[in-house]
């Protein structure tokens, strides 16, 4: 295992920063339900959720998620969990869009408010967020499976 962490220092580092930024995004998330915004009490149009309850479960998936890519020791796990939470990111903007959605994603809750961002500038930075966990893990997940083969990936 630490052979994996040496042979490949530039995806402990992208495990590290993705850790991060799913860190502060699932806070985020779970923090808004807290704040008890009028918005929290809309439905999804994707899941039917309120958006109370999707942000919390989603909050908590990406906290769940960046836990194991800053304390993991392994590195396939992380780089599967990620590759499979940007994909299921994409496809639930991409659902959003298909119904004709709200323009700007409100990802954040009502953090977006109380931080006083607009709505433009954080769903930009959180579309350059998605970008990076994607080609991150897409890659990332190309070298280990190179280096042990699909089935040797979890082990690394």
Same mark, same amino acid.
């Given at each position: 295992?630490?052979?994996?962490?040496?042979?490949?220092?530039?995806?402990?580092?992208?495990?590290?920063?993705? #850790?991060?930024?799913?860190?502060?995004?699932?806070?985020?998330?779970?923090?808004?339900?807290?704040?008890?915004?009028?918005?929290?009490?809309?439905?999804?149009?994707?899941?039917?959720?309120?958006?109370?309850?999707?942000?919390?479960?989603?909050?908590?998936?990406?906290?769940?998620?960046?836990?194991?890519?800053?304390?993991?020791?392994?590195?396939?796990?992380?780089?599967?969990?990620?590759?499979?939470?940007?994909?299921?990111?994409?496809?639930?903007?991409?659902?959003?869009?298909?119904?004709? #959605?709200?323009?700007?994603?409100?990802?954040?809750?009502?953090?977006?408010?109380?931080?006083?961002?607009?709505?433009?500038?954080?769903?930009?930075?959180?579309?350059?967020?998605?970008?990076?966990?994607?080609?991150?893990?897409?890659?990332?997940?190309?070298?280990?499976?190179?280096?042990?083969?699909?089935?040797?990936?979890?082990?690394?």
């Amino acid at each position: 295992m630490h052979s994996n962490r040496v042979s490949f220092p530039w995806v402990s580092v992208f495990l590290a920063t993705a #850790g991060v930024v799913l860190l502060g995004t699932g806070l985020a998330k779970v923090a808004s339900g807290f704040t008890g915004g009028e918005v929290l009490r809309t439905y999804d149009p994707i899941l039917g959720l309120t958006l109370g309850t999707l942000f919390g479960w989603v909050g908590a998936i990406e906290v769940v998620v960046a836990v194991v890519c800053l304390t993991s020791r392994r590195l396939g796990l992380p780089v599967v969990l990620l590759l499979w939470l940007g994909t299921s990111f994409v496809a639930y903007r991409l659902g959003l869009w298909w119904v004709g #959605g709200p323009k700007y994603c409100s990802c954040l809750g009502t953090m977006t408010a109380v931080l006083h961002l607009s709505p433009a500038t954080v769903d930009l930075a959180l579309k350059l967020a998605l970008a990076y966990l994607l080609v991150g893990s897409v890659v990332s997940m190309r070298a280990l499976v190179r280096q042990a083969g699909i089935e040797g990936l979890l082990r690394m």
